[in-house]
């Protein structure tokens, strides 16, 4: 990859911030201005996830729908905005699972179009060698495994994954070959704490947990999730840091009220003119 643009987190400081234990920390992002509140907050990465079909694009429950080109359009409003986080395109379901070509295609769109700094994909198994080839053609790949959204269907449902000493093992093994293929970061999603905390000690690359427990190196939320934007039923792993949605109702509910009551706009939200062009104006379509 070339070199970042000045002011860029250079991708290797994440490794380092693993070596020196200092926490990484990543938060969903789908448009311009979610980018600049985050970079304005610190936040080191931020992944343009495709959870977007739900919390965006108005999908119920599942990220299978959402098309190439929709995240492309949300990633590139990100990377627009964002100068110093690292900027993750996560690529939907159905852009990468047939072949490894198909892969290197797409995440080549998702750094050229959609101007992501790296790229992220789920699964391990096969998608490892998808990885590989994607590292290969010199774009920085994030693994993701545990709870994989894109194939819920498979796993039986949002359910937590590795409860089994067995499947705890084959968490360890996928972690490890993922690692092995040239990924630089994996994304823990609903792992049981103890084995999220394993594999963070067993690989050399910084884990990111959601829903996976205090030991990984660093932790990622779903943007709409921790500033309450999103309504309904929440995961277990999901922390409040504000309550956003009763914020704008309360707004939007006073804009309705004042503009039912004739209190909006008033003379602070309008436009005067002249006295005398005022007047000429009223001569000029024969007003008193
Ligand atoms: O799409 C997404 O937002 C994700 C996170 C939940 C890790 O993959």
Redesign the pocket.
């Known amino acids: 990859m070339s070199t970042p643009p000045a002011g860029k987190l250079p991708l290797p400081e994440l490794a380092a911030m693993k070596r020196r234990g200092d926490k990484i920390v990543m938060v969903?992002a789908y448009d311009a201005p979610g980018a600049r509140f985050a970079e304005n907050a610190g936040i080191d990465v931020l992944?343009v996830?495709?959870?977007a079909a739900m919390v965006m694009l108005g999908h119920e429950s599942t990220?299978v729908p959402v098309t190439v080109d929709e995240m492309l359009l949300l990633t590139r409003a990100v990377a627009l905005a964002a100068r110093r986080p690292i900027v993750v395109g996560?690529l939907p379901f159905g852009s990468y699972q047939v072949s490894d070509e198909d892969a290197v295609r797409t995440a080549v769109r998702f750094v050229k179009e959609g101007r992501a700094d790296v790229v992220k994909l789920e699964g391990a198994g096969p998608m490892v060698s998808r990885v590989r080839a994607i590292v290969e053609a010199g774009i920085p790949v994030i693994g993701?495994i545990g709870l994989t959204p894109q194939s819920a269907t498979a796993l039986g449902g949002f359910r937590t994954q590795g409860k089994t000493a067995a499947q705890a093992m084959r968490l360890v093994a996928d972690a490890r070959a993922l690692q092995d293929a040239g990924a630089f970061m994996l994304?823990l999603?609903a792992v049981p704490a103890p084995v999220a905390g394993h594999i963070t000690h067993d690989l050399d690359i910084p884990t990111i947990g959601?829903g996976a427990g205090p030991e990984c190196d660093g932790q990622?939320l779903?943007y709409h999730d921790l500033l309450g934007l999103t309504e309904g039923h929440l995961p277990r792993f999901v922390k409040r840091y504000a309550n956003l949605s009763a914020e704008i109702r309360d707004a939007l509910e006073a804009y309705a009220a004042d503009v039912r009551s004739g209190t909006f706009p008033d003379d602070a939200h309008a436009y005067a003119m002249s006295e005398e062009e005022l007047a000429s104006f009223e001569t000029a379509i024969g007003g008193d």
Do not use: P, R, S
């Open positions: 969903t992944l996830g495709d959870t990220t996560d993701h994304v999603e959601i990622v779903v």
